[in-house]
């Protein structure tokens, strides 16, 4: 009965996740908003989002019906790994990263409304995504498949 519910659940959550991130790429990248600083920030996180929920939700669906590939494929392991962290860090930071632009275009002072351009939001959400990345990056060589006596199969090595 759980194991059923989860299948469910994952597909449901996969569908409709997949189905509104590409919807929000679809339309945050259309020309009107792509000099708004925030509705830029708004895309990427759209796409990380969507590389998160097909990196993180796949295998565990593809597990609700058969073995999950990362628990015995080491590149899969290490790479899934990789993307869940590292995207779900980047989305947090991107969230915040946006809320700051809309406090600084709603400011009364004129110096903060300058601050949200479309080059800031650039340059910050590179530096958030890169930032990131280097974060994470230890999962792609400390990562195992096949571990036993851990709480995954596919787990960090403590060696």
């Known amino acids: 009965m759980t194991a059923e519910f989860n299948r469910s659940l994952a597909v449901f959550i996969f569908l409709f996740g997949v189905i509104g991130n590409i919807l929000n790429i679809f339309i945050l990248s259309q020309r009107s908003y792509r000099s708004n600083s925030c509705a830029w ?88 995504i890169i930032l990131s990345a280097i974060c994470y990056s230890q999962q792609l060589y400390c990562y195992e498949a096949n571990l036993i006596d851990t709480p995954l199969q596919c787990y960090g090595k403590t060696v």
């Open 41 to 128: 920030i708004f895309l990427v996180l759209s796409t990380v989002d969507l590389v998160s929920l097909v990196s993180g939700l796949s295998t565990l669906m593809i597990a609700g019906w058969t073995t999950n590939p990362t628990s015995y494929i080491g590149s899969i392991c290490k790479i899934r790994a990789f993307l869940v962290f590292s995207t779900r860090t980047m989305a947090t930071w991107l969230m915040v990263l946006a809320t700051i632009d809309r406090w600084f275009l709603s400011s009364t002072n004129a110096l903060r409304r300058q601050k949200s351009s479309l080059k800031n939001s650039q340059l910050w959400t590179t530096i958030v």
